[in-house]
């Protein structure tokens, strides 16, 4: 059969590559392609346009992208036709993929959505859209199933591709020795994001933070697609170093960590790291999601855990100040003890088997079926 596969950012990317390998599994005469990057590739799927072309985030943001992201989706639309897939999966990237899920049904090609939209954030209601654009739906957070049953919507709970990447993982013994970093000194790590604009918004800080703590080593996960320049603040530090694209030998090796809000939020959790939840966006965007967010927290170790488990310092609570004093408290003490048995809570929930292998046994076998 043939798979079009949408994702529109790094970690989308990820669990598509791992998603594609399960799906080959189940059907060995697959015939993949899609909008994705690298681990998209690495699993054989043939990538029409990088998501790096496309990566665009918060509601101002996106609006003054509107021709670049309307451009895109075009292009998407087109290469669908040409392609003419048995289904087309698509994975979060809600904005972009909302529109080609419409258009997919408006053509009678079938759609897969892994990886929910997080309609259950703000203006839940999109859920009905949701629902009349999708034919199957495959979520990762356990809530999701009980709030898609709120619209009468059937959905699958296949569990958490982070978790499976976390224990596929294979510890590299001599980190320490490769990055030059003293084993008798705490290491922090610092994950600012994988786009631009978030390391825009968080750099500077973190490197304020680590000028407070010449007594720690720092280390920053850096990624390859983005310029180092945009670094630039924390490589005028001796007391930190550069980690290419190894986040998850970093975080087996880190004591703490200060991470801007995403994905690595859980990733960090499940290789039980304390750490700080921070997040900053422009002035506009932050207003607008005052206004409508619908939800507790913006971690997903927190939402998974329906409490603070983690501290979260958002826009103007976002201080050098507030996470220094927070830094203190998680590396030490009985702050920490609390975080940890938070993150075996949090583990203890998610650990249904392998999601990406679910999800692929599922759609094979929902696509053979009719």
């Known amino acids: 059969m043939r798979y079009y596969f949408i994702a529109g950012e790094r970690s989308g990317d990820l669990h598509t590559g791992n998603l594609a390998k399960a799906i080959l599994k189940y059907d060995s005469e697959a015939t993949m392609r899609g909008f994705g990057g690298e681990y998209m590739r690495g699993a054989g799927i043939d990538v029409a346009v990088d998501y790096n ?8 943001e996106v609006l003054m992208n509107l021709n670049k992201i309307s451009r895109y989706i075009k292009r998407c639309k087109e290469d669908i036709l040409q392609f003419k897939p048995d289904v087309v999966i698509l994975i979060d990237y809600g904005g972009f993929n909302k529109r080609i899920a419409a258009f997919a049904k408006q053509k009678n090609i079938r759609t897969f959505y892994y990886i929910s939209p997080k309609v259950w954030a703000w203006n839940q209601n999109r859920a009905w859209k949701l629902k009349a654009i999708v034919d199957r739906m495959f979520v990762i957070l356990p809530f999701e199933k009980e709030f898609y049953k709120k619209f009468n919507w059937d959905v ?3 569990g958490n591709p982070v978790l499976d990447a976390v224990k596929a993982h294979s510890p590299a013994v001599d980190f320490k020795v490769r990055h030059n970093i003293d084993p008798t ?5 610092l994950l600012p994001g994988s786009r631009k604009q978030e390391l825009l918004n968080i750099i ?3 490197a304020d933070v680590a000028k ?8 920053v996960a850096v990624v390859n697609n983005l310029d180092t320049q945009l670094y630039q603040p924390l490589r005028e530090l001796s007391n930190v170093t550069f980690v290419t694209e190894d986040a998850y030998n970093l975080l087996q090796n880190s004591a703490a960590a200060i991470v801007t809000s995403g994905t690595a939020t859980l990733e960090t959790a499940l290789f039980r790291v304390p750490q700080i939840v921070v997040y900053k966006t422009s002035a506009v965007t932050y207003r607008i999601v005052k206004m409508i967010i619908r939800v507790p927290f913006i971690s997903l170790v927190n939402l998974i855990a329906g409490r603070e488990v983690v501290r979260e310092l958002i826009q103007n609570d976002l201080t050098v100040e507030n996470v220094a004093e927070e830094l203190e408290a998680i ?17 203890q929930i998610l650990d249904t088997g392998s999601a990406s292998d679910n999800a692929g046994r599922l759609m094979v076998g929902y696509l053979k079926n009719g």
């Open 331 to 347: 590396l030490t003490g009985p702050k920490r003890e609390a975080v940890m048995q938070g993150y075996d809570e949090i583990i």
């Open 53 to 60: 072309e496309m990566a665009v985030m918060g509601f101002w």
């Open 156 to 158: 699958d709970y296949v």
């Open 212 to 219: 407070r703590f010449p007594e720690y080593r720092f280390a």
């Open 185 to 189: 000194l705490p290491l922090v790590a």
């Open 204 to 206: 500077a800080l973190m």
